[in-house]
T-cell receptor
Framework: AQSVAQPEDQVNVAEGNPLTVKCTYSVSGNPYLFWYVQYPNRGLQFLLKYITGDNLVKGSYGFEAEFNKSQTSFHLKKPSALVSDSALYFC?????????????FGAGTILRVKS | NAGVTQTPKFQVLKTGQSMTLQCAQDMNHNSMYWYRQDPGMGLRLIYY???????DKGEVPNGYNVSRLNKREFSLRLESAAPSQTSVYFC???????????FGQGTRLTVV
C-alpha cells in the first residue's frame, strides 16, 4: 500500500526567500506524485504532478518540485516566497502498480510566509 | 463551470442520526473519492470509486457507506453518526489516466 509522509507540520519563511516543503513517499510500483494547496475554508487546488521524465516539474504560481527516486522524495520548492503563498500544502501519491486509482495524501504542511 | 459540487456545506447531527452527503461532478470523470480532513491527520480516504458501479474501501471506511449512483454522483452515508465523525468531508473526481483530482468545497459536519 502506498503512503506519504510530510515531516514538517509547519514551515516558516521570510518573503523573498526560497522555500521548500518536504514530502517522502512509499509505493510498490512507479509513483505518480502530486502537490495540492488549500486556502482557509476552501477545497484543494492542484499545483503540479510528476508522472515520468524530467525530475524537476514546474507548476502553478511559480512552484516547482524535484523528484528523487533514490531518496523517494518529492519536495516542493519556490525560489522566492510571497506572503500570498501562506496556506496548507498536501503531497499525494498514486501507485502505478495498484489497480483502483487510490490517491493517498500526506498530513499536510502549513506554510507561513512573513513580510 | 460547476466542477465538483457538494451538498450540504454545513450540517449538525445528533449522535445516532443518519444522513447522506451528496457529491456530483459535471466533468465526465470516471473516478470519484470521499475524504475526511482532520487537524494533524491530513486527508484520509474513506471510499473511492474507479468507475460507475464499483466502489472500494479506503483507509477509514468504518461507519460509512457509499453509492455510485451513476457516473456523475457519488454519495456518502452515515447510518448512525458518532462524535468521532465530526470532520470536514471532501469529495473529489478525476479523469482517466494519470490526472489530477478536482475537489469540491467541502462539507463541515458536526456530530453532537
Amino acid at each position: 500500500a502506498q503512503s506519504v509522509a510530510q515531516p514538517e507540520d509547519q514551515v516558516n519563511v521570510a518573503e523573498g526567500n526560497p522555500l521548500t516543503v518536504k514530502c517522502t513517499y512509499s509505493v510498490s510500483g512507479n509513483p505518480y506524485l502530486f502537490w495540492y494547496v488549500q486556502y482557509p475554508n476552501r477545497g484543494l487546488q492542484f499545483l503540479l504532478k510528476y508522472i515520468t521524465g524530467d525530475n524537476l516539474v514546474k507548476g502553478s504560481y511559480g512552484f516547482e518540485a524535484e523528484f528523487n527516486k533514490s531518496q523517494t522524495s518529492f519536495h516542493l520548492k519556490k525560489p522566492s516566497a510571497l506572503v500570498s503563498d501562506s496556506a496548507l500544502y498536501f503531497c499525494a501519491v498514486r501507485d502505478g502498480m495498484e489497480y483502483g486509482n487510490k490517491l493517498v495524501f500526506g498530513a499536510g504542511t502549513i506554510l507561513r510566509v512573513k513580510s | 463551470n460547476a466542477g465538483v459540487t457538494q451538498t450540504p456545506k454545513f450540517q449538525v447531527l445528533k449522535t445516532g442520526q443518519s444522513m447522506t452527503l451528496q457529491c456530483a461532478q459535471d466533468m465526465n470523470h470516471n473516478s470519484m473519492y470521499w475524504y475526511r480532513q482532520d487537524p494533524g491527520m491530513g486527508l484520509r480516504l474513506i471510499y473511492y470509486s474507479a468507475s460507475e458501479g464499483t466502489t472500494d474501501k479506503g483507509e477509514v471506511p468504518n461507519g460509512y457507506n457509499v453509492s455510485r449512483l451513476n457516473k456523475r454522483e457519488f454519495s456518502l452515508r452515515l447510518e448512525s453518526a458518532a462524535p468521532s465523525q465530526t470532520s470536514v468531508y471532501f469529495c473529489a473526481s478525476r479523469a482517466p489516466g494519470v490526472t489530477e483530482a478536482f475537489f469540491g468545497q467541502g462539507t463541515r459536519l458536526t456530530v453532537v
